[in-house]
Nanobody, 123 residues
C-alpha cells in the first residue's frame, strides 16, 4: 500500500524548466525502483525516466534524454524529475510510479498510479 503524490507541474514557455516532485508514503521507499511516465490527451502512456532503488542507475526515453534528470532522496521518500529546455511536445500529465517487474519502459511494469501533475508547455 503505497501512495504517491506528484507536484511541481504548471504552465511554462518553451525553453523553460520545471522540477517535479513525488512524495511517497511508507518506510520502504528505498526498496522500490521508480519511474516517471507521462500521458497527453488521446495518446498512450509514455515512459520518461527510471531510477534504481539506490539512485545509482538511471534511464531515459530518447525524447527527453539530455533535457531531463531523475533523482531521488530516500531520506525524504521523494523522487524528482528536473526538466529543462521544455518543448510543447512535453505537455502531458506526469505520473510517478513504482517499478514492480519487467521492462522499465513498459507502463504495465509499474504500480501505484496516482493523480499525476499537469505540465503544459506553450510555444
Amino acid at each position: 500500500q503505497v501512495q504517491l503524490v506528484e507536484s511541481g507541474g504548471g504552465l511554462v514557455q518553451a525553453g523553460g524548466s520545471l522540477r517535479l516532485s513525488c512524495a511517497a508514503s511508507g518506510p520502504t521507499f528505498s526498496n522500490y525502483a521508480m519511474g516517471w511516465f507521462r500521458q497527453a490527451p488521446g495518446l498512450e502512456r509514455e515512459f520518461v525516466a527510471h531510477i534504481s532503488r539506490s539512485g545509482g542507475s538511471t534511464a531515459y526515453a530518447d525524447s527527453v534524454k539530455g533535457r531531463v534528470t531523475i533523482s531521488r532522496d530516500n531520506a525524504k521518500n521523494t523522487v524528482y524529475l528536473q526538466m529543462n529546455s521544455l518543448k510543447p511536445e512535453d505537455t502531458a500529465v506526469y505520473y510517478c510510479v513504482v517499478h514492480k517487474w519487467g521492462s522499465y519502459d513498459n507502463p504495465s511494469a509499474y504500480a501505484y498510479w496516482g493523480q499525476g501533475t499537469q505540465v503544459t508547455v506553450s510555444s
